[in-house]
């Protein structure tokens, strides 16, 4: 046990050496391997599930595994006040101590691992190209999170708010995949929100694990290899590229989450009867509605699909799923929702859906299949193995067919609109498992046909050439394939079951990589002609910085000195400038510096009512009008307790001339950084 211990601390040194010496995007894979590798390890080990999973499933599972492990001592300290280092260090120090006692996981390291791992490092190759320079954006937001956990003295969920003692966002209520992150960023000991852009890399290692294990269940170790090259290819084509946002919430759910919970929803299924994969699956799911409420629905839909496919198999862990989703759903509107009137957002025009009446029936099936045949055989791929081989891979198609059905079956998103708010809705798509079923149905081909493969393979490259030349265009058309399709999948699903022929747990067939391999690279050989330029432009140059309206340099390290509690209240314009009211000024300092905000863009507070964000931004155009009089400004600034009134003169010159009016301030800083001068007022009590 010592002698785990002493390896523990000596562990975390070169941690820390390294988030001093190396660069941090090379810092972060071992503190990110000691935050949740550790901790996912030792769940693997202690509960067993290393000899009983398949060592696939094991790898991906891992990492996911470790989040959920994060989950009783993060809650014990955010009710008792303790800072997130005791946290972090009591669940390292049990990691290490049950490691030592029970041994090392028993994972075969044969061929797949060495080629997972290759994958994984070649997607974060790729991932630190596309990585933005700067935080903009969604990133914002959450390296705030980040911040203030490293920061908090004591932690509490006002005191994570980007208010201060603000209620609990509900999106983000309990920062579960924040808190591992902030331990891995405490652990290399650099700047928060460094930290945070340079996590990008590291949490993108962890994606062809996961995608491969679900492939590698469904379809055997070529669908492995086909799922993995379709999700990068992707996430670094697909609307310019999404492999910058693998560090942010989303990105751990639908490209690592989401398709453990795939595997795991098989292994429960086809071992009916197992505590320890019924386990796993539960702590799953428990991770992805903490991560985001909204985002557990197409996995609850998943288990519950696979459940009725095989009659019933696998009930306690779907019933277990629900229960944990249910608590915490239930605990999220208590502590954001109850009381004040529902979250914002869910009248907002409901772009990007099929309407009916007004209501948002579908998404739109342009917006879903993207000009990508890729996507489109994905889809078809549910009713297909369904239906055809004899029902023997029914489960694949029903597992598709219930996140298929969240976002795509008529009337069920005009259901879910008004509860999360369209947008949410729309997010769904990226749980859509059409990567796992499309492998599938390649190695169905290639085993079926083996001697036809290659004019197989000739079709569907002249097909995608004809789908990406077509382009997104009849959207119609479209969206009626769409709904076709998931009706007919979740149909298929309950006939097949109601004539008594439940789904059976089917050995993938046993065929050569290269024919599946050529089969996949002929889908998305038209999207490779259609984004490639793009795609290797930003490979070779990187992802550009918008440098437009952010925050100097001298005025984000004024803010940093004041680091730690109390953070200072800082009281801003909504819009820096014109066209950014989506971000502002206010939201890039909580991203970059640990400050409390009076108010942010409408964007960014649908999901927080119990702050009163439209009051808020209300007394926040109030205190920036000339013509507010002088005793109504200081009434605003008392009321908020604010500390910091930030302004940038050039551009926002109205809210510059009411600042330097207003009763009781005195200019503390200022700085002239081409265009803009930032100028800081510190309020006087």
């Not at 067993?48 to 991906?60: K, N, S, Y």
């Amino acid at each position: 046990m010592l002698v785990a211990l002493a390896l523990l601390a000596a562990g975390a040194l070169v941690v820390r050496g390294a988030g001093q010496v190396l660069p941090e995007q090379l810092a972060m894979f071992p503190a990110l391997a000691l935050s949740i590798g550790l901790p996912g390890a030792a769940v693997l080990r202690v509960a067993g599930l290393d000899e009983r999973l398949l060592p696939a499933t094991a790898l991906g599972a891992a990492p996911v595994l470790g989040l959920a492990a994060w989950v009783p001592l993060l809650l014990v300290a955010l009710v008792a006040g303790l800072p997130l280092a005791v946290a972090l260090w009591t669940l390292l120090a049990a990691s290490a101590v049950a490691l030592a006692l029970a041994g090392p996981p028993r994972i075969p390291l044969g061929r797949e691992a060495l080629g997972v791992a290759l994958a994984g490092l070649g997607t974060a190759v790729l991932a630190a190209r596309w990585a933005k320079p700067v935080l903009e954006s969604d990133a914002l937001f959450h390296a705030g999170r980040v911040r203030k956990l490293v920061d908090l003295h004591e932690l509490s969920f006002g005191g994570l708010s980007a208010y201060q003692d603000g209620h609990v966002h509900a999106g983000y209520a309990f920062p579960i995949v924040h808190a591992a992150e902030a331990g891995a960023v405490e652990l290399a000991g650099v700047d928060p929100s460094v930290g945070f852009l340079a996590l990008v890399p590291a949490c993108a290692f962890l994606v062809p694990a996961a995608v491969y294990a679900a492939g590698r269940i469904l379809g055997g170790m070529p669908a492995g290899i086909a799922v993995v090259g379709f999700v990068v290819w992707d996430a670094i084509s697909s609307s310019g590229g999404v492999l910058d946002s693998s560090e942010q919430p989303g990105g751990i759910v639908f490209r690592v989450v989401v398709p453990v919970c795939i595997a795991l929803i098989v292994e429960v299924v086809r071992l009916d009867d197992e505590p320890r994969m019924e386990g796993a699956l539960v702590a799953a799911v428990l991770v992805a509605v903490l991560a985001h409420p909204t985002y557990v629905m197409p996995v609850l839909a998943m288990i519950t699909a696979a459940v009725i496919a095989r009659r019933g198999r696998g009930w306690r862990a779907m019933t277990g799923a629900y229960a944990v989703s249910a608590v915490t759903l239930g605990a999220i509107w208590f502590a954001a929702i109850r009381g004040t009137g529902g979250a914002a957002g869910t009248r907002l025009d409901p772009g990007g859906f099929a309407l009916l009446g007004g209501h948002p029936v579908i998404r739109d099936g342009d917006i879903v299949i993207e000009g990508r045949l890729a996507v489109l055989l994905g889809l078809l791929a549910i009713p297909i193995v369904v239906a055809a081989w004899r029902g023997t891979h029914t489960l694949a198609g029903a597992i598709g067919a219930g996140a298929l059905a969240v976002l795509c079956l008529p009337g069920l998103p005009a259901l879910l609109a008004p509860l999360i708010g369209p947008h949410q809705v729309g997010r769904l798509r990226g749980a859509v498992p059409w990567p796992e079923l499309l492998a599938l149905l390649l190695v169905l081909l290639a085993a079926t046909w083996p001697g036809r493969v290659w004019w197989i393979a000739a079709g569907l490259a002249a097909a995608s050439l004809g789908v990406a030349w077509m382009g997104d265009g009849a959207a119609i058309a479209q969206t009626a394939l769409i709904a076709g399709i998931a009706v007919a999948g979740v149909v298929l699903v309950i006939l097949r079951v109601a004539s008594g022929r439940p789904a059976t747990f089917a050995v993938p067939p046993v065929v050569p990589v290269l024919p599946v391999v050529v089969m996949a690279i002929a889908v998305v050989v038209g999207s490779v002609c259609t984004d490639g330029r793009a795609t290797l432009f930003t490979f070779q140059h990187g992802t550009p910085a918008d440098a437009r309206h952010r925050p100097s340099s001298g005025l984000i390290d004024f803010m940093r000195r004041h680091d730690g509690p109390p953070f200072p209240v800082v009281l801003a314009p909504l819009a820096n400038g014109r066209g950014n009211d989506f971000t502002g000024l206010a939201f890039n300092l909580v991203g970059q510096a640990s400050v409390d905000a009076v108010s942010l863009p409408a964007a960014r507070t649908r999901a927080e009512p119990g702050n009163d964000p439209a009051q808020r931004r209300s007394d926040t155009h109030a205190f920036f009008d000339p013509s507010t009089p002088p005793g109504r400004q200081r009434e605003i600034l008392d009321r908020y307790d604010v500390r910091y009134v930030v302004v940038d003169e050039p551009l926002t010159t109205r809210a510059a001339e009411a600042a330097a009016h207003a009763p009781g301030l005195t200019q503390v800083y200022a700085d002239r950084t081409g265009r803009d001068r930032f100028v800081v007022y510190q309020v006087n009590r």
